[in-house]
């Protein structure tokens, strides 16, 4: 596997993302994940509870396609409410670090009014590259 990433200098300092990303090797995309149960229920009354059964569930879908939290390229996010995704930033961040350690791929937050599940407050999907 072979992944690089660039911040330019010109550009913000990223907190917790990286700018851009190039990854060499074959792709796996991975499915929005919310805080969907196996019994098909949501779980966790909060964003940050929600967030970690979301990005576990994430995990669990690139451990079973042969890949790693470290191949991550590419993370996408929807919020229901991205103020109170960023007023738990520092939580969800301890979430990240537990879940994924110190890689900070390319990543996106994007608001949504609702998602599938109407209780789901927050869902994750993704990008990795393996060789």
């Known amino acids: 596997m072979s992944i690089e990433k660039f911040n330019p200098d010109s550009l913000a300092a990223p907190i917790g993302f990286s700018h851009a990303v190039i990854g060499e090797g074959k792709f796996i995309y991975l499915a929005g994940q919310t805080a969907l149960s196996k019994e098909g229920v949501i779980v966790g009354s ?7 059964k979301a990005l576990s569930s994430l995990c669990v879908s690139l451990k079973a396609a042969g890949g790693t939290p470290a191949d991550l390229v590419k993370i996408t996010i ?4 991205p103020e109170n995704y960023r007023s738990n930033s520092r939580e ?3 979430v990240w670090q537990s879940l994924l350690g110190k890689n900070f791929p390319a990543m996106t937050l ?14 994750i999907e993704g990008v990795a590259c393996i060789s």
């Open 46 to 52: 909060n964003i940050v509870e929600q967030f970690e």
């Open 78 to 81: 929807y919020s229901v409410d």
């Open 92 to 94: 969800i961040g301890k």
């Open 110 to 123: 994007i608001g949504v009014t609702r998602l599938w599940d109407i209780e789901a407050l927050v869902e």
